[in-house]
């Protein structure tokens, strides 16, 4: 058997969505873009929704929006996808790292506490001729679809005067004490990836109650062209960050099966956990009370660290089981380390879970018998250690 890392949850009411749209004259621009926004404003609560061709693109826009630019410093973690991380470097602002909560992977909020007090001991070694200025924001992520301690963040935040971006991309539909995750903070930014809990192929959408800052973010994602600027007039430095109407139709016709997707993500997670739960070497995910409701992106399991990962991962992968190591260090990248100077031991805690952590096969379509197969793969892959 060969199961598949991830799987988009695709139904012929989808194709024939994308269908409808090729045969208008609008693949761009059209009808289909405020109505996919106007459904993700329902399906929040939030007041405005700017869709956009990635979820790096929101993000980008809304460091723009907050109006964050060189040498401004933003409290974030590295234990993330780097998009969470760029979005900031694409305007010279300086990431200010702290480490994780263990149980979670989420940002640790004693450690933002901390840095709120003593912002130059988690300053980077270095930021490429960059001068660190005046801390304008906080950018939590909501890590495998579990959201933030956000209450808390939010709280620091209006004590501080900070904005906050809420890197939602992993957990559309999640709650955290009831509330919709991405609806905390000045914007909130889900992703439409085909791992993701829904798609659009290429996808993201921001959402804010903020009008002022919808008007500009609408703006510059297409090109800057502000309302009432005419064709070929463009009042800021934008971008073409546009989600075309096939996109546009696709994720209209995901988000009405959202709920129903996410419940099928859910029975597959539990599937595992009853399984994975019983073996002493592997720590299934942990939810935390506070989350009324997971939205499950990826299951990511944490080994011994006594196992060799590497070998473990060979076993699986010869047994048709792909598994992917979640997350690679941002703060260890490659690019990271030549400008800020980052080493390794700076943040232990997401080292930690960062060369223990696996994700193994996971999608809404996942049947119990392709889980009982991921499983037995481990047992064995763990027996033969
Ligand atoms: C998926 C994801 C993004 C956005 O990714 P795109 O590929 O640009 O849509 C951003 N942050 C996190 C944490 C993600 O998982």
């Known amino acids: 058997m060969k199961i598949p890392m991830s799987s988009p949850d695709l139904t012929d009411a989808d194709r024939q969505a994308v269908m409808e749209v090729l045969a208008t004259p609008h693949l761009s621009l059209g009808p289909k873009l405020?109505?996919?926004?106007?459904?993700?404003?329902?399906?929040?609560?939030?007041?405005?929704?700017?869709?956009?061709?990635?979820?790096?693109?929101?993000?980008?826009?809304?460091?723009?929006?907050?109006?964050?630019?060189?040498?401004?410093?933003v409290i974030t973690?590295?234990?993330?996808?780097?998009?969470?991380?760029?979005?900031?470097?694409?305007?010279?602002?300086i990431p200010v790292f702290v480490d994780i909560?263990?149980?979670?992977?989420?940002?640790?909020?004693?450690?933002v506490k901390d840095a709120l007090l003593h912002i130059s001991k988690y300053l980077p070694?270095?930021?490429a001729g960059v001068k660190p200025k005046a801390l304008k924001a906080i950018l939590p992520i909501d890590v495998f679809g579990q959201p933030a301690a956000m209450d808390k963040i939010m709280t620091l935040a209006q004590e501080h005067g900070l904005k906050v971006i809420e890197d939602s991309c992993e957990a559309l539909g999640a709650t955290y004490k009831g509330k919709q995750a991405g609806t905390f903070g000045d914007y909130g930014v889900f992703a439409f990836y085909?791992?993701?809990?829904?798609?659009?192929?290429?996808?993201?959408?921001?959402i804010t109650n903020d009008e002022q800052a919808a008007a500009f973010m609408r703006a510059l994602r297409n090109q800057g062209r502000a309302p009432g600027d005419t064709w070929l007039s463009h009042t800021y430095l934008g971008y073409n960050y546009r989600l075309d109407e096939l996109s546009c139709a696709l994720g209209i016709s995901q988000l009405k099966r959202l709920d129903e997707m996410l419940a099928k993500r859910e029975q597959v997670a539990a599937w595992y956990s009853e399984r994975l739960s019983e073996l002493p070497e592997i720590e299934p995910p942990f939810i935390a009370p506070e989350t009324t409701r997971m939205s499950w992106f990826v299951y990511v399991i944490r080994l011994d660290s006594k196992i060799d990962r590497a070998e473990f991962a060979r076993r699986l992968e010869e047994r048709g089981v792909p598994v992917r190591p979640y997350f690679l260090p941002i703060h260890l990248q490659p690019y990271m380390v030549e400008r800020f100077g980052w080493k390794e031991g700076d943040f232990p805690v997401t080292e930690d879970l960062g060369r223990r952590g696996l994700a193994v096969p996971f999608s809404g379509v996942m049947t119990e018998e392709q889980v009982e197969y991921v499983c037995q793969a481990i047992r064995t892959a763990l027996h033969t250690a």
Not at 77 to 93: D, G, H, I, K, Y
């Open 77 to 93: 973690s590295p234990f993330s996808f780097v998009a969470s991380t760029n979005a900031l470097l694409f305007e010279n602002a």
């Open 34 to 73: 405020p109505a996919f926004e106007q459904a993700v404003c329902q399906y929040t609560g939030a007041k405005h929704a700017i869709a956009v061709n990635s979820g790096t693109a929101g993000l980008h826009l809304c460091v723009r929006a907050a109006g964050i630019g060189a040498g401004d410093l």
């Open 101 to 111: 909560d263990p149980k979670t992977g989420n940002i640790d909020v004693e450690q």
């Open 194 to 206: 085909p791992n993701k809990q829904m798609t659009t192929g290429e996808g993201g959408i921001v």
């Open 125 to 127: 070694r270095q930021s």
